[in-house]
């Protein structure tokens, strides 16, 4: 398998990450199966060792950043750090929102502590495809599965998502359409001050549905 590159410079680059695929090794998994094995095999060839910048959910698609020197580690993972770094999802979801476009506040849990903390997600609705919807989904948090426990807290879950979902809608769902079986959410866009060239950068993989 070889990954597709959509954005490099000189410390770091992007790739278009199908779903399916998990982003790290786990006791499971070994490397060779991750995007971080593959890629790595990938660019055998060049003078640097890529590494992971952040992760993206294993049925989740889109940007996923990586640096290239160890050098460069800390100002490129403060990308993820910085309040002015955007992340824009794209989103299939059951049924259509009450609001065409609407912010959702509702506390969830820490990665860290079994407490709930603010989450903030904001979603646009960009078509409406009979019983389903296509949302643009900006964050400004990253608790865990913000995007899929957001959206299903106002009833418009994702397509497929067999742990937040509607099991009963999702089956009726795979007899239509024989679909691969992975909900649908995509991290589209990502805009944010590069560190190292000191300019605003934007990276958006090809929409996948």
Known sequence: MNLKIIYEDDFMFAIDKPGGLVSVPAPNIPEAKTVQGIMRMQLRDKDYKSYLLHRIDRDTSGVLLFGKYPRDREALEGIFKDPKTEKTYLALVKGNPRFSKS??????????????????????????????????????????????KHLAMIGNPLVLDREYGDKKFNRKYLDLTKDQGRYFLQAWKIKFHHPLLDKMVEIQAPASF
């Not at 959702?104 to 960009?126: D, G, Q, V």
């Open 103 to 148: 912010t959702i506040n509702f506390p969830l849990e820490s990665r860290e502590k079994k407490e709930k903390i603010p989450a903030t997600t904001h979603y646009r609705l960009m078509k409406r495809l009979g019983i389903l919807s296509m949302l643009e989904v900006k964050i400004e948090t990253g608790r865990k599965h913000q995007i899929r």
